[in-house]
T-cell receptor, first 113, second 113 residues
Protein backbone atom coordinates (compact mmCIF):
# COMPACT_ATOMS: atom_id res chain seq x y z
CA UNK A 1 0.00 0.00 0.00
CA UNK A 2 1.45 3.36 -1.00
CA UNK A 3 2.05 5.85 1.77
CA UNK A 4 1.27 9.55 1.76
CA UNK A 5 2.77 11.08 -1.35
CA UNK A 6 3.96 14.67 -1.40
CA UNK A 7 5.32 16.68 -4.28
CA UNK A 8 7.64 18.28 -4.96
CA UNK A 9 10.27 16.97 -2.56
CA UNK A 10 12.25 20.17 -2.86
CA UNK A 11 11.19 23.61 -4.05
CA UNK A 12 13.38 26.66 -4.45
CA UNK A 13 11.80 29.86 -5.65
CA UNK A 14 12.12 33.61 -5.38
CA UNK A 15 10.10 35.67 -2.98
CA UNK A 16 6.84 36.94 -4.38
CA UNK A 17 6.22 33.81 -6.42
CA UNK A 18 3.26 31.53 -5.89
CA UNK A 19 4.10 28.14 -4.40
CA UNK A 20 1.83 25.09 -4.54
CA UNK A 21 2.53 21.98 -2.49
CA UNK A 22 0.65 18.79 -3.25
CA UNK A 23 -0.41 15.79 -1.22
CA UNK A 24 -2.05 12.49 -1.97
CA UNK A 25 -3.26 10.79 1.21
CA UNK A 26 -3.41 7.06 1.80
CA UNK A 27 -6.44 5.60 0.08
CA UNK A 28 -9.36 5.24 2.48
CA UNK A 29 -8.09 7.75 5.02
CA UNK A 30 -10.67 10.33 6.06
CA UNK A 31 -8.46 12.95 7.66
CA UNK A 32 -5.66 15.01 6.16
CA UNK A 33 -3.26 17.33 7.94
CA UNK A 34 -0.74 19.96 6.85
CA UNK A 35 2.21 20.74 9.13
CA UNK A 36 5.15 23.09 8.94
CA UNK A 37 8.50 22.31 10.57
CA UNK A 38 11.14 24.94 11.32
CA UNK A 39 14.07 25.05 13.71
CA UNK A 40 12.57 27.98 15.58
CA UNK A 41 8.98 26.80 15.94
CA UNK A 42 9.21 23.03 15.60
CA UNK A 43 6.26 21.15 14.14
CA UNK A 44 3.12 23.23 13.78
CA UNK A 45 -0.29 22.07 12.64
CA UNK A 46 -1.47 24.45 9.93
CA UNK A 47 -4.84 23.01 8.93
CA UNK A 48 -6.68 19.73 8.85
CA UNK A 49 -9.57 18.26 6.92
CA UNK A 50 -12.09 15.58 7.80
CA UNK A 51 -13.93 14.06 4.85
CA UNK A 52 -12.53 16.83 2.60
CA UNK A 53 -13.97 19.59 4.81
CA UNK A 54 -11.59 22.02 6.56
CA UNK A 55 -12.12 21.65 10.30
CA UNK A 56 -9.52 23.91 11.87
CA UNK A 57 -7.35 26.39 10.02
CA UNK A 58 -6.31 28.39 13.07
CA UNK A 59 -2.71 27.38 12.50
CA UNK A 60 -2.51 28.98 9.08
CA UNK A 61 -0.11 31.85 9.65
CA UNK A 62 -1.49 34.45 7.27
CA UNK A 63 -3.95 35.04 4.48
CA UNK A 64 -1.13 34.31 2.08
CA UNK A 65 -1.61 30.65 2.97
CA UNK A 66 -4.54 28.65 1.66
CA UNK A 67 -5.35 24.96 1.49
CA UNK A 68 -7.88 22.98 -0.47
CA UNK A 69 -9.03 19.40 -0.64
CA UNK A 70 -11.21 19.05 -3.73
CA UNK A 71 -11.56 15.29 -3.31
CA UNK A 72 -10.56 12.46 -1.01
CA UNK A 73 -7.33 11.75 -2.86
CA UNK A 74 -5.76 15.18 -3.28
CA UNK A 75 -4.93 18.31 -1.33
CA UNK A 76 -2.92 21.44 -2.00
CA UNK A 77 -1.27 24.03 0.19
CA UNK A 78 -0.67 27.31 -1.59
CA UNK A 79 1.41 30.31 -0.57
CA UNK A 80 0.89 33.53 -2.52
CA UNK A 81 2.96 35.64 -2.44
CA UNK A 82 5.81 33.69 -0.84
CA UNK A 83 8.30 35.25 1.56
CA UNK A 84 11.72 34.09 2.82
CA UNK A 85 10.25 33.39 6.28
CA UNK A 86 8.04 30.75 4.70
CA UNK A 87 11.12 28.59 4.18
CA UNK A 88 10.52 25.33 6.04
CA UNK A 89 9.72 21.65 5.59
CA UNK A 90 6.02 21.14 4.97
CA UNK A 91 4.53 17.78 5.86
CA UNK A 92 1.24 16.26 4.88
CA UNK A 93 -0.23 13.43 6.95
CA UNK A 94 -3.38 11.34 6.76
CA UNK A 95 -5.29 9.01 9.05
CA UNK A 96 -8.55 7.19 9.45
CA UNK A 97 -11.03 9.29 11.38
CA UNK A 98 -11.26 9.02 15.15
CA UNK A 99 -7.71 9.35 16.37
CA UNK A 100 -5.98 6.64 14.43
CA UNK A 101 -2.24 7.20 13.98
CA UNK A 102 -1.26 9.77 11.40
CA UNK A 103 0.94 8.63 8.54
CA UNK A 104 3.31 11.26 7.26
CA UNK A 105 4.63 11.94 3.79
CA UNK A 106 8.30 12.60 3.21
CA UNK A 107 7.78 16.35 3.32
CA UNK A 108 8.55 19.20 0.94
CA UNK A 109 11.60 21.30 1.72
CA UNK A 110 10.69 24.82 0.62
CA UNK A 111 13.30 27.52 0.23
CA UNK A 112 12.24 31.07 -0.60
CA UNK A 113 15.13 33.24 -1.74
CA UNK B 1 -5.48 24.58 24.79
CA UNK B 2 -3.27 21.53 24.45
CA UNK B 3 0.44 21.76 25.12
CA UNK B 4 3.29 19.27 25.02
CA UNK B 5 6.63 19.82 26.73
CA UNK B 6 9.85 17.93 26.13
CA UNK B 7 12.43 19.27 28.55
CA UNK B 8 15.44 17.41 27.17
CA UNK B 9 16.69 19.01 23.95
CA UNK B 10 19.48 16.45 23.56
CA UNK B 11 20.37 13.08 25.02
CA UNK B 12 22.91 10.40 24.33
CA UNK B 13 23.20 6.74 25.22
CA UNK B 14 25.68 3.96 24.67
CA UNK B 15 24.71 1.24 22.28
CA UNK B 16 22.85 -1.63 24.02
CA UNK B 17 21.94 0.51 27.03
CA UNK B 18 18.55 1.87 28.04
CA UNK B 19 17.43 5.48 27.76
CA UNK B 20 14.26 7.30 28.83
CA UNK B 21 12.90 10.38 27.09
CA UNK B 22 10.57 12.63 29.06
CA UNK B 23 7.33 14.25 28.00
CA UNK B 24 4.66 16.15 29.90
CA UNK B 25 1.45 17.51 28.51
CA UNK B 26 -1.60 19.52 29.39
CA UNK B 27 -5.14 19.13 28.15
CA UNK B 28 -8.64 19.64 29.48
CA UNK B 29 -9.96 16.71 27.48
CA UNK B 30 -10.73 13.31 28.97
CA UNK B 31 -10.47 11.48 25.68
CA UNK B 32 -7.12 11.89 23.97
CA UNK B 33 -4.22 9.97 22.48
CA UNK B 34 -0.49 10.22 22.98
CA UNK B 35 2.20 9.33 20.49
CA UNK B 36 5.93 9.16 20.10
CA UNK B 37 7.28 9.82 16.62
CA UNK B 38 10.84 9.36 15.43
CA UNK B 39 12.45 11.57 12.80
CA UNK B 40 15.81 10.27 11.53
CA UNK B 41 18.11 12.42 9.40
CA UNK B 42 16.12 11.34 6.35
CA UNK B 43 13.38 13.59 7.85
CA UNK B 44 10.64 10.97 7.63
CA UNK B 45 8.20 11.04 10.55
CA UNK B 46 7.83 7.49 11.81
CA UNK B 47 5.30 6.41 14.42
CA UNK B 48 7.05 4.64 17.29
CA UNK B 49 4.26 4.00 19.78
CA UNK B 50 0.71 5.06 20.64
CA UNK B 51 -1.22 5.22 23.93
CA UNK B 52 -4.93 5.73 24.44
CA UNK B 53 -5.61 7.86 27.51
CA UNK B 54 -8.44 5.61 28.68
CA UNK B 55 -6.11 2.60 28.88
CA UNK B 56 -4.17 2.17 32.10
CA UNK B 57 -1.82 -0.42 30.67
CA UNK B 58 1.37 1.05 29.28
CA UNK B 59 1.89 0.49 25.57
CA UNK B 60 4.88 -1.53 24.42
CA UNK B 61 6.32 -2.11 20.95
CA UNK B 62 9.34 -4.41 20.94
CA UNK B 63 12.22 -2.42 22.48
CA UNK B 64 10.03 0.66 22.97
CA UNK B 65 7.73 1.14 25.95
CA UNK B 66 6.03 4.03 27.65
CA UNK B 67 5.39 5.05 31.23
CA UNK B 68 2.01 6.73 31.11
CA UNK B 69 1.07 8.60 34.29
CA UNK B 70 -2.31 10.15 33.57
CA UNK B 71 -2.72 12.04 36.83
CA UNK B 72 0.72 13.59 36.46
CA UNK B 73 0.18 14.12 32.71
CA UNK B 74 3.45 12.43 31.97
CA UNK B 75 4.28 10.19 29.02
CA UNK B 76 7.91 9.04 28.90
CA UNK B 77 9.46 6.76 26.29
CA UNK B 78 11.90 4.02 27.25
CA UNK B 79 14.18 2.56 24.62
CA UNK B 80 15.83 -0.68 25.67
CA UNK B 81 18.92 -2.23 24.06
CA UNK B 82 19.58 0.98 22.11
CA UNK B 83 20.78 0.55 18.55
CA UNK B 84 22.70 2.90 16.29
CA UNK B 85 19.61 3.14 14.10
CA UNK B 86 17.70 4.68 16.98
CA UNK B 87 19.66 7.91 16.51
CA UNK B 88 17.01 10.48 15.60
CA UNK B 89 14.82 13.29 16.82
CA UNK B 90 11.98 12.01 18.97
CA UNK B 91 8.73 13.93 19.20
CA UNK B 92 6.02 13.46 21.78
CA UNK B 93 2.55 14.33 20.49
CA UNK B 94 -0.94 14.76 21.92
CA UNK B 95 -4.08 14.38 19.85
CA UNK B 96 -7.45 15.52 21.11
CA UNK B 97 -10.87 14.12 20.16
CA UNK B 98 -11.04 16.45 17.15
CA UNK B 99 -7.86 15.12 15.53
CA UNK B 100 -5.89 18.24 16.41
CA UNK B 101 -2.34 17.08 17.07
CA UNK B 102 0.21 19.09 19.04
CA UNK B 103 3.89 18.18 19.07
CA UNK B 104 6.62 18.82 21.60
CA UNK B 105 9.85 20.54 20.61
CA UNK B 106 11.64 17.22 20.28
CA UNK B 107 14.60 15.45 21.86
CA UNK B 108 17.66 14.71 19.76
CA UNK B 109 18.90 11.25 20.72
CA UNK B 110 22.36 10.06 19.78
CA UNK B 111 23.29 6.40 20.23
CA UNK B 112 27.04 6.03 20.59
CA UNK B 113 28.91 2.90 19.51
Amino acid sequence: DAGVIQSPRHEVTEMGQEVTLRCKPISGHNSLFWYRQTMMRGLELLIYFNNNVPIDDSGMPEDRFSAKMPNASFSTLKIQPSEPRDSAVYFCASSFFSNQPQHFGDGTRLSIL
Amino acid sequence: AQTVTQSQPEMSVQEAETVTLSCTYDTSENNYYLFWYKQPPSRQMILVIRQEAYKQQNATENRFSVNFQKAAKSFSLKISDSQLGDTAMYFCALEGPNNDMRFGAGTRLTVKP
